[in-house]
């Protein structure tokens, strides 16, 4: 089974939400997306998250996240696929250091979504239990 994770990153001083715009290269080009990717074998997927967000935006987890909530999961009913979402709040807005399969980043409000949305991150973000807990997350900060 392929397991996947992504994060949803917030940042606490601007409560805006960190969206990578994909490349044209791979798949759902020029899409709208979680930073992440898939999991190695010798890892949990909290680790597999970490060092895929150390990979794509070159940032210090150690220093910068400060911390990790669960948000949603999602397993393919033919049990060849798992990706599991997760809020990564970190204190301040900063820019990403990116890599080729990005063309681009955003911060966002969360009542602003661009388009197109990759599958996976407008399944997320368009439920309204998960959206409520992400803005409760904002509000709290």
Not at 15 to 43: C, D, V
Not at 77 to 100: A, G, Q
Request: proline residues 4%; positive net charge.
């Amino acid at each position: 089974m392929i397991k996947a994770a992504g994060a949803c990153i917030i940042a606490k001083d601007t409560k805006r939400i960190l969206l990578q715009h994909r490349s044209t290269n791979g798949s759902y080009p020029r899409n709208w997306a979680f930073w992440g990717g898939k999991i190695e074998q010798n890892e949990n997927v909290s680790q597999g998250l970490l060092r895929e967000l150390e990979e794509e935006i070159k940032i210090d987890v150690e220093k910068e996240v400060v911390k990790v909530y669960p948000l949603d999961q999602y397993h393919a009913r033919d049990k060849t696929f798992s990706y599991y979402t997760f809020v990564i709040l970190v204190e301040n807005e900063f820019i990403p250091s990116i890599n080729s399969e990005s063309g681009g980043y955003a911060w966002l409000d969360c009542d602003y979504f661009p388009k197109p949305l990759h599958p996976g991150a407008q399944r997320t973000l368009f439920k309204k239990k998960k959206l409520k807990q992400i803005k409760t997350i904002i509000s709290s900060l």
